[in-house]
């Protein structure tokens, strides 16, 4: 995965919601998670299925794989 394409995950406590960083583009996750894991792996799913880096990210087998800063 390039260094531009670096996932950074935003977790609110408050109002469990969920943003995602990457490429110089946020994106709000569309559900509340009552925990920071329960968001880094809708995060790490949402990056795989709707950001491609399933095709783009070649050294990752699965979404799991993918390496999630978490703020």
Known sequence: ???????????????HRALLSCGGHDYVLPDCYPTREMAQIAAQKFAWETLGLKDRARECAQASDLPVWLR
């Not at 995965?1 to 109002?15: A, G, P, R, V």
Request: charged share 20%; net charge negative.
């Open 1 to 15: 995965m390039q260094s531009e394409e670096n996932l950074q995950l935003h977790f609110d406590l408050l109002s």
